[in-house]
């Protein structure tokens, strides 16, 4: 016992300190973007006698309920139509291809060069579909939509003229949200991703850092690809995988903040658990592919170190698991307490781990555009950060599956099709018919780990320890926000079949 409490304890410090890092590297990442905020630059104007001829790429597979919505999108885009080309990838086993080809065929009537390219199988999954695509695609600039993107009218005559800036291979744009105000889920939801999109992603682009494309919402110089390597299917992110490639290979990526691509949300826990899982497992592939080739590259030190950050950043769910895991162990097999029964020195390091946490989703709700009072833009933040606690256990897994695995299997997000009707349509049965994401075995196991951290606290339940009642709370939310819905949707399927009905017509 004599050498077991003060392994334990150092490493639950461990633990805590790494997440503390996590936690301030928040902070210097919410202090460039303050920097970049305060010189703000746009493209001069170009000439529309000089844009080059783009080609409008849409990765498909078994989209049935947004396939129209994507094609009308595109085929609206204000550019002129003899330098558009739109490519639809579809990959689709279901009736998403009889849709496609259909909506297709009425487009090209009105003048819209648009054809629906099909593969023999499904080789390199959305990597794959892209690289094929390529063979026939006649544009200088490649822009990419995934099916639950809706891009606006002008979104080429606002992203082409950054494109003709010396060096510039990418432009990303900013993800908005179709469905934010549905449900709490969607809100929570929506507030992780406008981190990224509202402060991470300005901020590495003011301070000259590496960025990342985001898979969609973005456009592509077809020179820059080629640059690069091509698109490959090693990693489950192929986007972040050749985003890093470009910027290695001498190309610049331009963040776009000024321009908003909406997209739908996942309404229900498993299609959100799928989709974070994929991030998670695809984002620590790349790491372990393009680390080591960014630390020895000779881009400055500031960037590597940036780079190390931004793409080690999944390892805060493993830490934030094992944080959760070794708390009362660490508690019990010392006899040190500190003000509510914390250990000494716990108290800065969650403080340190968790505030900037706060203040970082709070001006990213702020950027993003978000006008609710300022009492439930705190609370929402906090919310937010407790969904991401309920994400961890199986980010974690993926974390694992991303440094020890080798399998490359994509899995898709489901999409209902949403936009200003959404709300009638979160439990539209026949979507639920054709189209769901699994995870009762992760539900489980997230129930069981929260009866685990329930049981701790019982058993090291004492009345003046009264500062780990948050902690609990705080991982309660998130767990019972993942595994009661993934849960119930199960019992539900099981007790009222559902027969699939053919999709949507065009």
């Not at 990213?364 to 256990?393: E, N, T």
Request: hydrophobic share 50%; with cysteine.
């Amino acid at each position: 016992m004599h050498i077991v409490a003060p392994i334990l304890k150092w490493t639950y410090f461990g633990v805590c300190l790494g997440l503390t890092l996590f936690g301030l590297y928040r902070l210097a990442i919410l202090a460039a973007w303050w920097r970049a905020a305060r010189r703000p630059k746009l493209p001069p104007p170009a000439d529309p006698a000089v844009w080059p001829r783009v080609t409008v790429q849409l990765p498909l597979f078994n989209e049935r309920w947004v396939a129209r919505r994507l094609l009308e999108a595109v085929a609206a885009l204000d550019y002129p139509p003899d330098r558009l080309q739109i490519q639809v990838l579809d990959d689709s086993t279901d009736r998403t291809t009889v849709l496609t080809r259909r909506g297709a065929a009425v487009l090209r009537r009105r003048g819209v060069d648009i054809e629906v390219v099909r593969r023999t199988g499904r080789a390199g999954y959305k990597a794959g579909a892209l690289a094929h695509g390529l063979h026939t695609a006649t544009g200088e600039l490649i822009a990419i939509f995934d099916a639950d993107f809706v891009p606006r009218r002008d979104f080429l005559r606002q992203v082409v003229p950054s494109l003709l800036l010396p060096g510039v291979g990418v432009v990303q744009a900013r993800w908005g949200h179709l469905n934010r105000n549905a449900t709490w889920f969607t809100r929570l939801q929506s507030i992780l991703l406008d981190g990224h999109f509202a402060i991470e992603q300005p901020a590495r682009d003011g301070n000259g850092l590496l960025l990342t494309f985001n898979g969609t919402a973005g456009v592509w110089r077809r020179a820059a690809i080629d640059a690069a390597g091509g698109w490959t299917s090693d990693t489950l992110t192929e986007d972040l995988d050749l985003s890093i490639r470009a910027q290695l290979a001498g190309w610049r990526i331009v963040y776009r903040a000024d321009v908003v691509v909406p997209a739908e949300l996942p309404a229900d826990s498993n299609s959100l658990r799928a989709q974070q899982r994929r991030w998670t497992k695809g984002g620590v592939q790349v790491a372990r592919k393009m680390l080591p080739r960014i630390v020895r590259s000779p881009l400055p030190w500031r960037v590597r170190l940036a780079a190390v950050f931004h793409l080690g950043s999944y390892a805060g769910y493993p830490l934030l698991i094992g944080l959760a895991l070794l708390r009362t162990p660490a508690c019990l097999a010392t006899h040190e307490r500190g003000w509510l029964g914390l250990l000494p020195g716990e108290l800065p390091l969650f403080a340190l781990g968790t505030a900037p946490l706060a203040v970082f989703y709070f001006f990213a709700q702020r950027a993003a555009g978000v006008r609710s009072a300022r009492k439930f833009v705190w609370r929402d933040s906090f919310a937010a950060m407790a969904l991401g606690a309920g994400l961890a256990l199986g980010n974690a897994l993926a974390v694992m599956e991303g440094l020890f695995g080798r399998g490359v299997v994509f899995e898709r997000t489901p999409k209902r099709g949403s936009g200003r009707a959404f709300a009638p349509t979160l439990n539209r049965p026949r979507w639920m018919a054709t189209y769901r994401s699994q995870g009762t075995r992760t539900a489980l196991l997230e129930l069981t780990f929260l009866l685990y951290l329930v049981l701790c606290k019982c058993v090291a339940a004492t009345p003046r320890r009264w500062g780990e009642l948050p902690f609990l709370f705080f991982f309660a939310f998130g767990l019972l926000a993942m595994s009661v819905p993934s849960l119930r949707q199960a019992w539900g399927e099981s007790r009222r079949p559902l027969t699939p009905r053919a999709g949507p017509r065009l």
